[in-house]
């Protein structure tokens, strides 16, 4: 996980937002309509809880007329939030200690915006890919840099160069390594020996 990234860079910004005074059915209706998990109930611009799914169904069970309810009597008080300006592990480790795959951002005392596991973890996959892929390009560079000091100091040393060109080499998208037989093997262009394992 990129350990620098912070929530600000990855939330969402856009979220639903309800008044304790709204009516349950309308506030299920916006959920459903937005395709939203959770409401963050708002006084002002400050985050005074929260309604889910969760705590509509329970509301339903408990004999609750969702015609007469309103937000204030079925939404969760306690709000699980994070700072903007803290990084994604730190935000992680809030979203493991509420138990929960969200999180309100805040920013000032004022809701401005969600982040979820799923951002969490968008974010931590394509990192890793990023970082995967800036090694597999110092690998390949390397591999070029090597073959040239070779030939260079060959050159210098007094020895021949071989007459083999090297336009029909490429780099193996896998080791880095220079080979003239390459072959495509799930979307990347392979050596004998990469080909192998």
């Given at each position: 996980?990129?350990?620098?990234?912070?929530?600000?860079?990855?939330?969402?910004?856009?979220?639903?937002?309800?008044?304790?005074?709204?009516?349950?059915?309308?506030?299920?209706e916006?959920?459903?309509?937005?395709?939203?998990?959770?409401?963050?109930?708002?006084?002002?611009?400050?985050?005074?809880?929260?309604?889910?799914?969760?705590?509509?169904?329970?509301?339903?069970?408990?004999?609750?007329?969702?015609?007469?309810?309103?937000?204030?009597?079925?939404?969760?008080?306690?709000?699980?939030?994070?700072?903007?300006?803290?990084?994604?592990?730190?935000?992680?480790?809030?979203?493991?200690?509420?138990?929960?795959?969200?999180?309100?951002?805040?920013?000032?005392?004022?809701?401005?915006?969600?982040?979820?596991?799923?951002?969490?973890?968008?974010?931590?996959?394509?990192?890793?890919?990023?970082?995967?892929?800036?090694?597999?390009?110092?690998?390949?560079?390397?591999?070029?840099?090597?073959?040239?000091?070779?030939?260079?100091a060959?050159?210098?040393?007094?020895?021949?160069?071989?007459?083999?060109?090297?336009?029909?080499?490429?780099?193996?998208?896998?080791?880095?390594?220079?080979a003239?037989?390459?072959?495509?093997?799930?979307?990347?262009?392979?050596?004998?020996?990469?080909?192998?394992?």
């Amino acid at each position: 996980m990129n350990e620098n990234v912070t929530v600000r860079e990855v939330m969402e910004r856009e979220f639903v937002g309800v008044s304790e005074s709204d009516g349950v059915l309308e506030t299920s209706e916006l959920l459903l309509r937005e395709e939203a998990d959770l409401a963050v109930v708002l006084r002002g611009s400050e985050p005074v809880g929260v309604v889910t799914d969760r705590d509509v169904l329970a509301h339903l069970v408990s004999d609750g007329d969702p015609a007469a309810a309103t937000v204030e009597d079925v939404m969760t008080e306690s709000v699980p939030t994070v700072a903007a300006e803290e990084t994604l592990p730190e935000a992680r480790d809030r979203m493991s200690s509420w138990s929960t795959s969200w999180l309100v951002v805040s920013d000032g005392g004022e809701a401005a915006g969600i982040v979820t596991e799923h951002d969490i973890l968008a974010t931590s996959a394509l990192g890793s890919e990023a970082t995967a892929q800036q090694a597999m390009g110092q690998t390949a560079s390397q591999a070029v840099a090597d073959e040239v000091a070779t030939v260079g100091a060959t050159a210098t040393a007094g020895q021949t160069i071989p007459d083999e060109p090297f336009d029909d080499q490429g780099i193996c998208e896998q080791c880095g390594s220079l080979a003239r037989n390459l072959a495509a093997f799930n979307g990347q262009l392979l050596c004998d020996d990469c080909r192998d394992i």
